[in-house]
């Protein structure tokens, strides 16, 4: 208000002088109006961004938070338990009791002795919750024993039975956890809004939805995997919990048992929580299970085993039945009919205990895989090759200390994108073949065939310095007034960088201008697209945001101001620089400044599309990974495209002014003969903002390999149908993390690739995506 106050003020004053002044006062008087107005105007847009809004979110926006949450946790996990197979025929029958080890429970809950649930039993399940102290339970055992699987069923059953203001449980593996760099509840948050990120959408459930659920015991935390959290930081989990979270909010924890035990002897235990230990399943009661899943023509194999076991009860494999994932693993594997199950009564072949697990666990894949050819040849992948690609996978996730694999981590797993320079050098080959692929279709018309390859290598070095220092201070500059500034220096050093390929074509003979003005306008125009686009680093996370109408009117507002401000700017820009070049009096001064409004106008209309698509909210309840991946390749594509008119334009434009007419076709022209040469830089940079890029490098990088297939996705999503990995919103991870931790030690190398292998349309090795 102050600035456009000081704006009206000044303008009445100028008008006056218009009124009573010369011609040459006219002119002076338009002149210095239009600058006041421009500086003044850009400042008061800058004003008026506007900071976020920080208003608690109201009754109606929790309740509905919770009613969306509800839905969307319950759609997730039951399309889970299917592929799971936990219905097939029914739930394994676990018992659980509380546990007899007194070290491991708060002083609080040592007297109830009297819970007792069943893993098949529903019902069991939820009243062994709301008898529990204060509903808060952990679920103890060792590895197999089904503490996840425990922790599905319960958390399917409270919603199935949840009335509208009972709360809602969310399952959160705690693999990803670090109390050093969050506190328990803002990992919540973080990791709830991350998996669910409608929720994220402002207007519809506020900014502190899940905070509010949260502080009023409406969520219940099922944490699952303490286990899985590195040795040396569980401790630090436990306390985290005890120390952040109220001891009377409800909690469901699991992890094995000797994992809790060392974490309590080097903490305390979780307060007021329950302590549950599984029973061992009984032999009769698994294979009871497992005959009743088997086709019929394979029943009278299971009963000769269990007609074996009953001879032998102390045969390794009656040792493996009394562990849920390991009968999970023998469903599987003899399930189906592929496999006879009396071979796992033969002592030669399975004389010890290990010997049976890790024989379940080398034959799923390939039992999985194969089941799939013969249903349909056309689309299988072949299982030599499937079980090559996850055992990359999950000595992978084993290498970097995860049990989810992220698409748009997969970057951090390629040399020639982890390093600052092997990046920079990376983008630099990118940009080059751009450049080599646009600039032939020029030859026809300017010639210069010989000067193409140092010409694009020259342009090409202007990303260098870019993309080193980006690396340098993307995720150290959190205010936006220090990544403006910063950004301002990137774009200087690109500017230094690409003086060789622009100084030959400035107009004048001294070169000391020539090489400050290179400078200062390759390093506009780079500022314009970092400013735009960001700096050029690896997202932490995909972009989500989808081209909608949410809150239009607001977001109108603010596009308008930054279109009017960018033109103002611009008009300014070019008519000065025509000043400063042609020194040929008023109509090249008028004609500049009409261009720069047209260019300025043509560059806030790409910023505001840009803001507009990169800013707008996830509409959907859940995303999933390929709604993921496909959001950020539309926003890299889009963003590259508006990057490179933003980067070509403001030359277009001087170029216009000092070689033609300065007419719009003039221009029009000028602008695709500059797409062509120097376009690439721009699209480049705007493209190594986004995830999916980084994304493709490493992929077509490692299928080259032969590490993982071409089309990964269409693998990846074809082992979750499988049951081999399971989906966890725009993650994937190992159904079994015993399976990702057998792949991870094999260290059986690789078999000589083919030609074809993992080419798209080798059917006998890959999957045509629909």
């Known amino acids: 208000m102050v600035a456009w106050s000081f704006s009206a003020v000044v303008t009445g004053g100028l008008m006056s002088v218009w009124a009573l002044g010369s011609a040459d006062q006219v002119s002076a008087a338009a002149s210095v109006l239009g600058t006041v107005v421009g500086l003044l105007g850009v400042l008061a847009v800058w004003a008026w961004r506007g900071k976020p809004h920080h208003k608690s979110s109201d009754t109606g926006q929790i309740a509905e938070t919770a009613q969306t949450l509800a839905r969307v946790v319950r759609r997730q996990w039951e399309d889970e338990a299917i592929l799971r197979q936990l219905f097939e025929p029914a739930p394994l029958p676990v018992s659980w009791t509380l546990s007899r080890r007194g070290e491991l429970m708060d ?36 590895g197999g024993s089904g503490k996840t699987t425990f922790a599905v069923l319960l958390l399917l059953a409270l919603l199935r039975t949840r009335d509208c203001d009972d709360p809602v449980p969310v399952l959160c593996p705690l693999s990803s956890f670090d109390p050093s760099r969050e506190s328990a509840r803002d990992w919540l948050q973080r990791r709830i809004t991350e998996d669910y990120p409608a929720l994220s959408d402002v207007r519809r459930y506020g900014t502190s939805s899940i905070v509010e659920l949260l502080t009023e015991h409406r969520l219940v935390p099922v944490l699952d995997g303490l286990d899985e959290v590195p040795v040396a930081r569980q401790a630090a989990v436990l306390a985290a919990l005890n120390d952040t ?52 023509q394979r029943r009278p194999a299971w009963d000769a085993l269990a007609d ?8 390794p494999v009656g040792h493996v039945l009394t562990s849920p994932l390991m009968a999970t693993l023998v469903r599987c594997v003899y399930g189906g009919g592929d496999h006879d199950p009396t071979e796992l009564a033969d002592l030669r072949r399975f004389p010890t205990l290990p010997a049976v697990e890790h024989h379940l666990l080398d034959a799923l894949i390939p039992t999985l895989y ?12 072949n299982p030599e090759k499937a079980r090559r690609h996850l055992t990359f996978l999950a000595q992978g996730l084993s290498k970097h200390g995860s049990f989810d694999f992220a698409w748009w981590k997969l970057h951090t797993w390629s040399s020639a994108l982890t390093k600052p320079w092997r990046r920079a050098a990376t983008w630099l080959a990118i940009t080059l073949v751009g450049h080599l692929v646009t600039n032939p279709l020029l030859v026809p018309l300017f010639g210069m065939p010989l000067k ?177 991946l496909r959001a950020d390749r539309l926003l890299a594509l889009l963003g590259g ?44 940079l705007a493209l190594a903002t986004c995830a999916w890029p980084y994304y493709v490098i490493a992929r077509i990088q490692f299928a080259i390999r032969g590490q993982l297939p071409w089309q990964l996705q269409a693998f990846l999503a074809d082992a979750h149908r499988l049951g081999i990995l399971r989906r966890v919103n725009s993650t994937y991870q190992f159904r079994h993390a015993r399976l990702q931790t057998r792949l991870a030690e094999s260290t059986r190398l690789p078999e000589p690739r083919t030609p074809a292998d993992g080419l798209p349309g080798a059917h006998s090795d890959s999957t045509t995506s629909p």
Not at 108 to 117: F, H, M, N, P, Y
Not at 258 to 271: C, I, M, N, T, Y
Request: aromatic share 8%; net charge positive.
């Open 370 to 381: 194969a089941r799939s050819r013969r249903q349909d040849p056309t689309r299988g992948w």
């Open 452 to 628: 193409i390859v140092p010409m694009c290598m020259a342009q090409a070095a202007a990303v260098v310095p870019v993309f080193l220092l980006s690396s340098r201070g993307s995720r150290s500059l959190a205010r936006t007034g220090h990544r403006t500034g910063f950004s301002a220096l990137v774009a200087l050093s690109g500017g230094l960088a690409a003086t060789p390929a622009t100084v030959p074509f400035l107009p004048g003979t001294s070169m000391a201008p020539k090489f400050l003005e290179a400078t200062a306008f390759v390093g506009v125009c780079l500022w314009l697209v970092l400013l735009t686009a960001g700096l050029p680093a690896p997202p932490e996370l995909p972009n989500r945001g989808r081209p909608g109408m949410v809150q239009w009117r607001r977001r109108l507002a603010r596009a308008l101001g930054s279109v009017a401000g960018v033109a103002v700017s611009s008009a300014l820009f070019f008519a000065s620089y025509a000043a400063y070049v042609h020194n040929d009096g008023e109509p090249r001064f008028l004609a500049s400044l009409r261009d720069g409004l047209v260019i300025g106008a043509v560059l806030g209309i790409g910023l505001a599309f840009f803001r507009w698509v990169r800013s707008s909210p996830a509409v959907d309840d859940q995303e999933t990974v390929e709604e993921t």
């Open 641 to 684: 495209g508006a990057c490179a008119f933003l980067f070509v334009l403001p030359d277009a434009g001087v170029r216009t002014s000092i070689w033609f007419a300065s007419t719009v076709t003039d221009l029009a022209i000028v602008t695709a003969f500059r797409l062509l040469d120097i376009g690439v830089i721009g699209f480049v």
């Open 107 to 142: 002083c609080s809950t040592r007297g109830d002795t009297a819970i007792l649930c069943h893993t098949h039993a529903p019902d069991q399940l939820i009243e062994t919750f709301h008898r529990a102290t204060r509903q808060r339970m952990v679920v103890l055992g060792p």
């Open 308 to 315: 074996h076991l009953a001879q032998t009860p102390e045969s």
């Open 245 to 296: 979270l109220p001891t009377s909010a409800p909690l469901v924890l699991t992890c094995r048992t000797d994992d809790f035990a060392r974490a309590v002897r080097e903490s305390r235990p979780l307060g007021n929580a329950a302590v549950l230990e599984p029973a061992p399943l009984h032999v009769g009661e698994a294979l009871a299970a497992l005959r009743l899943a088997a086709p019929t």
